[in-house]
Structures are given as C-alpha cells and as structure tokens.
C-alpha cells in the first residue's frame, strides 16, 4: 500500500524540505540541485508503484483517490514535463536576472495539483487540485516581476481563471444538488438508474463543469487568455503551462466527462437525449477549436503567440479523443499529450535560444538563414515543427491517426474531416520557419545563447519523438 501512495507523499515532503532549505541555506545551486533530485526520486516512485495492489486502500482515501495505470502514466507525463523544464530553469533565469529560488517549489506544488486531479474520484478533490495547479500558474506567469508584460499576464491569468473557477464551483454544486454526492461513481449511478433529484440541475452543472473546465484548456470560446499569457509569461513557464497543465485538464475531462459519453448505452433515465446532445456539443467545440486556433496563427508574427494559438488548435485535436466516447479515444488522448509534451516544450525552447531578454519578441524573421549559423538548433527545431503537423515519422502522425481513428469509430465522420482540414491549414504557419531557416537569403542577426542547455533538451525531445513515431506501441501497450 506504501508503494501506491509513494509518488504523492514523496512529492509532498520534497515540497516542504526545498522551503524548507530555501528558507535556511539560501543557495541557488543547492534550491535547483534539490529540485533536480526531488523530480528523479519522484519519477522513480511511479515507476515502482506502477501496476501496484489497491486492494487494501482505507475506504477514506479509495473513495477520494483512485490509483491505477492511466494516473501512473500521467504522472509520469507531469514529472518529464517538469524535468525538462527545470533543467533549462537555472540557466534561463540567470540570463534574464530573475533567477529566485521560490521558483521551484511554486513548480513542484503545481504538479502536485496535477496529480490531485489525475487521481481524483470525487469533484472535492478536483477541485482543490485545480485550484492548487491555477494559484502556482499564476504566480509563475509573472514571475519576471521587472517585466510589464508577464505581470500584465500574470493578472489576466488570475482574472480570467478566478471566473472560470466560479462556472466550476458552481457547476460542482449543482451536480450535488441533483446527485446527492460528489463522488464519481455515486454521480454516475445515479445518471444510470435515473436516482435524480432534478434533471435541469444536473444538466446545468455539467455544463458550467465544462465550460469551467473549458477555460483550462483554452478551447473555443474560452480560449483568448491563452495567447496573452503565454506571450508575456517565461518562455519556459509557457512550455511547462501548455503541456503538463493542458494534460491535467484532459485527465480531469477523461475522469469525469467521458466515463458518462462512454456509457450512454446504459442510461436509463429521461435526461438521455441531453446527454447525447453533450456530445454534440463537445464536438463542435473540437471543430470551432481547431479551425479558429489554426486559422488564426496562421497570421501571427510573434512566435510564442503562434505557438500558443497552435496550443488551442491541439487541444481542439484533443477534445477528439472525448467526443469518440470510446476506449480507443482515451488512449488517443493519452499518447498525443505525451508526444505534445515533447513537441511543445522543444519548440518553446527554439524561441527562448533566441530570447537575448525578457523584452525580445521573437518573429519570423528571427528565424531567417539561422541553419547557416546554427545547424543542429535548426534541424531540431524542425523535428518539433514536422511533428507538430503531424508527419510522419514524428510521434505528432500516430497521435492525429489514433484520435482520427477514435473518432471515426465513434461515428464522427465529419469531424475528422474538419480535423485534416485544420491540419492542413496548419502545414503553412509551421513549414514557414523551416522555410526561413533553411532557404532564406538574408541571415539574423540575432545572438543564440545558452544552447549547451537548450541543446540537451531539444535533442532529448527529438529523440523521444522519432521513438515514439517509429515504436509506438510501447506506449500503447502501457496505456492498455
């Protein structure tokens, strides 16, 4: 049982000694060392509460917390996204003044709400663990308080996500009201054997769930804080927010929403008919999500504002994975985010190799005769750019067939198809900075710096990428 719980009691305590060792040796080194470790023995206790006996939970804590393969396999998500991101930290906060040793335990508390929310079976816990990952996000996204532009972010994060947490309370509330419980599966009987107090109110809460939600992931029409904040917050900090933050909302989405879409058939109540109306919904969410995210970077000069209306469009991609209401779409899900993971944070960091400042916006034209000067930085930026299409060999092609895939077999036909389209659209706003890289005739004169770091990473996530291209079904097996 001390295994099952070893991830989030090991982070916990690794949370409370670096406060602690910030607050008496105050050393840099020692905080980022510290952190480094913390994030490996964590790693290491998922690996070996991985498949782990849950048989003798206390029924205090089974009915709370779930433990199995898929919140094992999140955490693991979490922490790689953590790790890369950390290793780059020390480096990238020097060179923009701002490197303050409450960085890492604002980042270690945040994927401690991250896994609150992946392991969580009762709407309490998710809560508090979105609140926990939000309250972290929002001080990180303004961390570089000298800059005007992420404490501008900083503060439209708190507004806008305060808002969103208000639709979410409030939906919670009303899914108890209707229920009489906030657990999971108590909530889902009592859809299944039609045990409802009032049917209006469940419907409403679980749309205020999803729209409160919605702003999390930043899908259509929640989605205009995105480019704001990942545009004024640490390059770094978007990488981190856009990955391990949209996986723990697409774990709260698998937990929740998609066990009642992937359980109609067994409805036996009167509110049927909405719910499959739900689904509806939700796909057309999918739809406007990645057309308008597509569609609108393509007319972005600012790359961390491209890359972050491309964020939008993934998780329009994502939101497939829900909509097909089938195993195979969870499974879908699972796998983009762990090759989104490794193809955001790489191509976040292209943008940061070429941050010389907190004030430098990098353009298209950063960009241009670059594989002249720099042609390993170059050639790994284009890995994350192919795979971000999603061509083929790159781990972006098996994630886009698996949630097609799903959602076909889910009978949404037409989605696909709006999908290959957002796809397509999507070919010219990424293949433009190879273009520039490779064929321009004019060269930036922009300095690249700290690349022994960034190198190390971006050749990590290029490696991860082509392995998972190529030899997907060790992923896929482990997610079974």
Known sequence: ????????????????????????????????????????????????????????????????????????????????????????????????????????????????????????????????????????????????????????????????????????????????????????????????????????????GISLLIIGLGFKLAVFPFHQWAPDVYTGAPTIVSGFMSTAGKAAGFIALISFVSRILMNLEFVNSSIYGNLVNFQYIIAGISALTMLIGNITALVQKNIKRMLAYSSIAHAGYMLMGIVAGNYAGIKGIAFYLLAYTFMQIGAFIAVASLESDSSTEVSLAHFKGLAKKQPLLSALTAVMMFSLVGLPPFAGFIGKYLLFKSAIEGGFLWLTIVAIIASMISIYYYIRIIIEMYFSQEESTITVVHLKYNKVVMIICAAALIALGVFPNFILNLIN
Do not use: W
Not at 28 to 47: E, P
Not at 69 to 94: G, N
């Open 1 to 204: 049982m001390l295994f099952t719980f070893l991830p989030i009691l090991s982070l916990t305590a690794f949370i409370l000694i670096i406060i602690i060792i910030e607050a008496i040796v105050k050393n840099k080194d020692i905080v980022y060392q510290s952190t480094m470790v913390a994030l490996i023995c964590v790693g290491v206790s998922i690996v070996l509460s991985f498949g782990k006996n849950i048989d003798f939970l206390p029924p205090f804590i089974s009915n709370m917390l779930s433990f199995d393969k898929i919140t094992a396999f999140f955490d693991m998500l979490f922490i790689i996204s953590a790790l890369l991101t950390v290793y780059l930290t020390k480096s990238y906060l020097e060179r923009l003044y701002a490197h303050l040793t409450e960085f890492y335990p604002l980042l270690l508390t945040s994927i401690l709400g991250m896994m609150l929310i992946g392991h969580s079976k009762n709407l309490l816990v998710l809560f508090i663990g979105i609140e926990i990952m939000s309250i972290c996000f929002y001080a990180l996204s303004g961390f570089i308080r000298t800059d005007i532009k992420a404490i501008e972010a900083s503060m439209k994060y708190f507004i806008i996500g305060s808002f969103a947490t208000g639709f979410l309370l409030f939906g919670i509330s009303f899914i108890y009201g209707a229920t009489g419980s906030l657990d999971y599966q108590e909530v889902f009987q009592a859809i299944m054997y039609n045990q409802l107090s009032n049917d209006l109110y469940l419907l409403i």
